[in-house]
Each structure stands twice: as C-alpha cells, then as structure tokens.
C-alpha cells in the first residue's frame, strides 16, 4: 500500500469471501478471457523476490511472483485460462493513478495511467487499491517513533510530526487527526466511484473484481506484544495497543468503504479483512504479514528491506487462492 514504497533505494540497486456480480456466461475450455490486473504494491506484492528488473516494473516493485501471476497458473489448472494484457500494478499506486500518470521517484519517469491497458475487448478487471490515498504510511509514521527514527526508506511522514506517536491513538480518535481522516475517506469515497466509472466507459463488457486488502492487526491484541518465532522485534514494532486498535478500525472501514463501492459500480469484492484474521502480522508461524521491521526478500546490496506490513509467501498465496476462487464464480456466472 506504501505509497512511493523504496524508489530510492531501486535506483541505488540498479546502479549497484467475495460477492459477484451476473455477467456473461464463461465455461472451462472457452477461450481465454482478456485480463487487465491495476492496483498498488499489495497487488504487485513489493518484498517478494525476484521482482521485474525493467525500469519501470523495478521503481514499481512488482513480483514476478505477484498474486496475479499465482492466480492465472492456479486458473489454467483448472481449466480457465486467462489472456493476461497486462498487468499494471504500481508500489506507491493511488486511486487517482488508474487514471493518471504515477511519478516515479526519484527518477523523472512518470509511469502512463494504469486504465491505458483496458480496451472494449477486456473482459476482466482486477485489483487492489485504496490505501496510499488513505496515506497508510503516513498514519503508520504518526503512530510509531522508531518508524519515524529509522524508517527512511519508507517514503511519507507523519501527518503531524508534532504530535507525539504515542499520542496516535488520540490523534485519529478526536481533533485535527480525526478530521483528516475523514477527509482523506471522503475522497477515497469519490475516487472509487470514478474508478468504476472509468472501468465501465473503457471496457463497458468488462468483469470489474476490486480485491480488498489482507488483516494486518488481529482481534486478540495481546498477540502483538510478542515477536514472531526468529524475530526480535514485536511485529508492529513500537505501537502502543490503543494505537493498533484505532488502526484496525481504519483498515477496518476501508474495507467497508471498498465492499460499498464495488456494489454500486457492479463489482465483485474479495474480502481478504474477513477471512485473514487468523494470518495477521501478529499470528506468528501462520503470519501471512511481515512485521514492520521484519526483514523480506528484497535487498538493497546485501542489505535485506523490511516487509513494511505486507503480505509474505503465506500471504501472497492466501491472497491468491481466494482471488482465484472469486474470479472461477465470476467466469462461470
């Protein structure tokens, strides 16, 4: 979800359930269905390694490995094949950049509108995006000192760097921090909408599947408080409990706020919140997210980057396996 996840360092690197909506009838055996896949690094899944090594896939973190490519090999084995057009999905991505250019830092590059991949003969659309407009990282750096001592890599800072982190909970409970967020749901709000309106002028027969995004924080706190089997550090590192709960009621209500909005532009809606509460950041060995500071796959030299909250191997396939059990209703619908 980070938004401008690590692009300094990429460039240092190179120079050294768901709900789904009636539409037409697809069968195993048919012909392969036109595929487009948009979204953010939770899409292109950034920390799983090897990630595409062309420039622009590079500063956009992209897996090779990604959720859409584990989703279309796990569907041709069942007899449903997808014609992959492309897949879009962008480290750093807003809502705004599926139908805008999305700058590529710290280069002058400017990666094209993600929405140019779809055409009047796509036939599904497929993705997750919504937190980097919600400024997921940022609320993280207002939450966290550590985050805010020693999480350079991780573009973004705090909303209010005044304020103390472990005031956090205050912060987003009441005041100018409650206000913001209400602000930033808002716009999330239209931008979803238009979205699907843009889905829908574009490839007007097009299957549209928003993915939302995986459990990071668990119902049972306490199990935040102790680091995972191997690690050192507690998973979401120095975030105070009543901090970790305001920040699962956030994620919590995107959630709901993504589940809405695909009802009303007739979308399907994963909803990986619902059934990942038991592969949460927090869940040790059956941890489908890497910790905060947990170090993943991707390295700058020899130097591993953390996970920064986002989805592992675990993950990754969660993710997988019940984006492809949505996509098998939808192409049999």
Known sequence: MMRGLLVTSVVVVVCAGSVVPAAAE????????????????????????PFHEEIEELLCFRARENYPAVVVRQLAEQGSALDVASDRSCGGALIEHFWTGQPLPPTNLTRPPQQEALGTDTELVVGSIGGNTLGFSSIL?????????????????????AEPAARCAVY????????????????????????????????????????????IVPADIAKCQVPAPGQTEK?????????????????ERLNDLMRTKAAEGNAAFVDLYAVTGD??????DDRGIGGLFELSQVKLGEQNLP?????????R???????????QGALRR
């Open 26 to 49: 697809h069968t195993p055996g048919d012909e392969a269905v036109s595929t487009v896949f948009f979204g953010d690094s939770y899409t292109a899944n950034f920390g799983i390694a």
């Open 141 to 161: 750096k207002q939450c966290s000192q550590k985050l805010r001592d020693e999480g350079q890599l991780l573009p973004g800072a705090p909303f209010d760097g």
């Open 172 to 215: 987003f409970s009441q005041g100018d921090g409650k206000e913001l967020l209400d602000k930033l749901f808002e716009k999330a709000d239209g931008e979803l909408a238009e979205l699907f309106n843009q889905i829908g002028r574009l490839s007007p027969e097009a299957k549209a599947v928003l993915v939302g995004y995986p459990r």
């Open 235 to 251: 998973p979401l590192a120095d975030i105070q409990i009543d901090a970790l709960l305001v920040f699962d009621k956030v994620q």
């Open 279 to 284: 592969h949460t950041a927090c869940d040790g």
């Open 307 to 315: 996970w920064y909250l986002h989805p592992n191997t675990h993950g």
């Open 317 to 327: 396939d969660l993710q997988a396996q019940h984006v492809t059990a949505a996509l």
